[in-house]
């Protein structure tokens, strides 16, 4: 069974603040992949970022960064200096194969970010 | 833009009424999948579809049927719709390569009244 927890339901900030968003995984495969999506007000799923289990590098770009460390079974997402145009529901979501070539994506409930001006 | 089209984007129905809802995509992925989101659910997986007249079920597939007889679309219907399946559903497809992640349509407003 593949379970991921994103235990921030509302997360409020003011314009400019950091803002770490949590996301705790369950999974007993040895190959699987980590997403986040973005969802703004209007409405659509924005793919941001894929990381698979065998690379725990870091990455960051720009304003955003992802940490992913096996250890904790987390992959937690930062936005640097947040701006009112990062207001939007934020989707954890892990990836493994499900027979075949076909593949299982299991998403989080999201977390709502609000930031204030 | 992954070329994925949804049809309708909104509708309202009565209860007991037949509702199919199209996804259509422009790039002859193979895989497509049906998605519900909800409030205090996130998304939960329908249906999904691994190539023509292939599909199988998700965690939530009661009361909906699915059918691919096109690369290109993959329908979803509502035998007779309830209340409970007022959602806003999502159609995505899966890109070339090993890695799972799906790119999205721009959802479907459903209200079952």
């Known amino acids: 069974a593949q379970k991921v927890t994103q235990a921030q339901t509302e997360i409020s900030v003011v314009e400019k603040e950091d803002v770490t968003l949590d996301c705790v995984y369950e999974?007993?495969?040895?190959?699987?992949?980590l997403f986040w999506y973005k969802q703004p007000p209007s409405g659509e799923l924005v793919f941001l970022i894929r990381r698979n289990s065998f690379d725990e590098q870091n990455e960051i770009s720009g304003r955003y960064s992802w940490n992913f460390q096996k250890s904790t079974s987390s992959f937690n997402f930062t936005i640097t200096a947040s701006q009112v145009v990062d207001s939007a529901v934020y989707f954890c979501?892990?990836?493994?194969?499900?027979?075949?070539?076909?593949?299982?994506?299991?998403f989080g409930k999201g977390t709502l970010l609000t930031v204030n001006p | 833009d992954a070329g994925i089209t949804q049809s309708p984007r909104h509708k309202v129905t009565e209860t007991g009424t037949p509702v199919t809802l199209r996804c259509h995509q422009t790039e002859n992925h193979r895989y497509m999948y049906w998605y519900r989101q909800d409030p205090g659910h996130g998304l939960r997986l329908i249906h999904y579809s691994y190539g023509v007249k292939d599909t199988d079920k998700g965690e939530v597939s009661d009361g909906y049927s699915v059918s691919r007889s096109k690369t290109e679309d993959f329908l979803l219907t509502l035998e007779s719709a309830t209340s409970s399946q007022t959602s806003v559903y999502f159609c995505?497809?899966?890109?070339?390569?090993?890695?799972?992640?799906?790119?999205f349509g721009e959802g479907s407003r459903l209200t079952v009244l």
């Open positions: 999974t007993r495969d040895t190959t699987y992949y």
């Open positions: 979501a892990l990836s493994e194969r499900s027979g075949g070539s076909n593949y299982k994506l299991t």
């Open positions: 995505a497809i899966r890109t070339s390569g090993n890695t799972g992640e799906l790119f």
